[in-house]
């Protein structure tokens, strides 16, 4: 919990109209998580073009990793991102839609395999790091700064993270030419009135800096959509979220509860209503994803759940025992 922030940063209530709002869907990316990144290109085009019909900013088509660390044999097209398959998907006619990938800062080539700006179909490069990986982001984020990109750098585990040394890793990131630092639950552990005291933190050393603050939710406790509303009314504008909440585990803030709660005309929701129908109901039929009694235990934990997908794998439902073993863990 960071102690130190502005008074005045609350940007006003639940239903004040914010033109500053962005909203990224990551449903292809973080969905990558729960399929190894194999999803058609017809699932992929649904997204796209639902995304585009909503009004939602950008659209997070997968990651940046590196074919030295992920092998092409195991994984979909969507773990690395490469031009050729963008632009199979894209088609001829592109939405105003902005694209964005992630790029684990010590998991990808990044002099080589992100293009510059002008060569690519991708708008933002978005960095993700734990904190004492910050100076390798870091010169990821100046590599894809300097190529023409829009950046975010999102720190990881920071449920995990001394108050002292998330300070000053705000302070350093705030130095960077990143454009957005996001704020992020990876465990899904975070309560509301803990994400307002880390956003108002972020606030105030970003907003210094000229910078942007954005939030990215777990939906572990069944919260991600309350902490993201209420990072939003304090005054972040960068909202992650998926539709229908595809995510690994427990899945992430939904699209259509956020868009159904924004009070913005430039968003529908009727086109992501009609994307779930379509693309996501057949896709739920073999891929399983969202809250789980063991993803709500790691939450409670601040534990990272690859324990509780090992847990659901195993087909058990002992789910005391699961309790007890987290206790010990």
Same mark, same amino acid.
């Given at each position: 919990?960071?102690?130190?922030?502005?008074? +005045?940063?609350?940007?006003?209530?639940?239903? !004040? #109209?914010?033109?500053?709002?962005? &909203?990224?869907? %990551?449903?292809?990316?973080?969905? $990558?998580?729960?399929?190894?990144?194999?999803?058609?290109?017809?699932?992929?085009?649904? &997204?796209?073009?639902? %995304?585009?019909?909503?009004?939602?900013?950008?659209?997070?088509?997968?990651?940046?990793? $590196?074919?030295?660390?992920?092998?092409?044999? +195991?994984?979909?097209?969507?773990?690395?991102?490469?031009?050729?398959?963008?632009?199979?998907?894209?088609?001829?006619?592109?939405?105003?839609?902005?694209? $964005?990938?992630?790029?684990?800062?010590?998991?990808?080539?990044?002099?080589?395999?992100?293009?510059?700006?002008?060569?690519?179909?991708?708008?933002?490069?978005?960095?993700? %790091?734990?904190?004492?990986?910050?100076?390798?982001?870091?010169?990821?984020?100046?590599?894809?700064?300097?190529?023409? *990109? !829009?950046?975010?750098? @999102?720190?990881?585990?920071?449920?995990?993270?001394?108050?002292?040394?998330?300070?000053?890793?705000?302070? &350093?990131?705030?130095?960077?030419?990143?454009?957005?630092?996001?704020?992020?639950?990876?465990?899904? $552990?975070?309560?509301?009135?803990?994400?307002?005291?880390?956003?108002?933190? *972020?606030?105030?050393?970003?907003?210094?800096?000229?910078?942007?603050?954005?939030?990215?939710?777990?939906? @572990?406790?069944?919260?991600?959509?309350?902490?993201?509303?209420?990072?939003?009314?304090?005054?972040?504008?960068?909202?992650?979220?998926?539709?229908?909440?595809?995510?690994?585990?427990?899945?992430?803030?939904?699209?259509?509860?956020?868009?159904?709660?924004?009070?913005?005309?430039?968003?529908?929701?009727?086109?992501?209503?009609?994307?779930?129908?379509?693309? #996501?109901?057949?896709?739920?039929?073999?891929?399983?994803?969202?809250?789980?009694?063991?993803?709500?235990?790691?939450?409670? #934990?601040?534990?990272?759940?690859?324990?509780?997908?090992? #847990?659901?794998?195993?087909?058990?439902?002992?789910?005391?025992?699961?309790?007890?073993?987290?206790?010990?863990?």
């Amino acid at each position: 919990m960071l102690l130190h922030h502005r008074d +005045d940063a609350a940007k006003g209530n639940l239903v !004040e #109209f914010r033109p500053d709002i962005k &909203v990224l869907d %990551c449903s292809v990316r973080d969905g $990558s998580l729960v399929n190894n990144a194999r999803f058609e290109d017809g699932f992929v085009r649904a &997204v796209y073009d639902a %995304c585009a019909a909503a009004g939602v900013d950008y659209m997070e088509l997968g990651y940046k990793s $590196s074919q030295r660390v992920f092998s092409v044999n +195991d994984y979909g097209p969507w773990k690395f991102c490469k031009e050729d398959d963008l632009r199979r998907v894209i088609g001829d006619s592109p939405h105003a839609l902005k694209l $964005s990938v992630m790029a684990d800062s010590h998991r990808t080539d990044y002099h080589t395999d992100i293009l510059p700006k002008d060569q690519s179909v991708i708008d933002m490069v978005r960095v993700a %790091c734990y904190i004492h990986q910050i100076p390798g982001a870091l010169d990821l984020v100046r590599d894809a700064h300097d190529k023409g *990109y !829009e950046t975010t750098l @999102n720190l990881m585990s920071i449920s995990r993270v001394s108050e002292r040394e998330l300070c000053d890793g705000l302070e &350093v990131i705030a130095k960077s030419p990143v454009d957005v630092m996001y704020l992020v639950d990876s465990f899904g $552990s975070l309560y509301p009135e803990t994400t307002r005291d880390l956003a108002m933190g *972020y606030l105030e050393i970003m907003k210094s800096a000229g910078k942007e603050v954005g939030i990215h939710a777990h939906n @572990n406790q069944q919260l991600a959509f309350a902490n993201t509303i209420q990072a939003l009314t304090i005054g972040v504008s960068y909202l992650d979220a998926t539709i229908y909440g595809l995510g690994r585990g427990a899945g992430n803030c939904p699209m259509e509860l956020l868009l159904g709660f924004l009070r913005n005309p430039k968003f529908d929701i009727r086109p992501i209503l009609n994307c779930i129908t379509n693309a #996501f109901l057949p896709l739920r039929t073999t891929t399983e994803w969202g809250y789980d009694i063991p993803y709500m235990i790691t939450g409670q #934990f601040n534990e990272h759940p690859r324990e509780a997908i090992k #847990f659901l794998e195993s087909e058990s439902t002992d789910y005391l025992g699961f309790y007890k073993a987290m206790e010990d863990f």
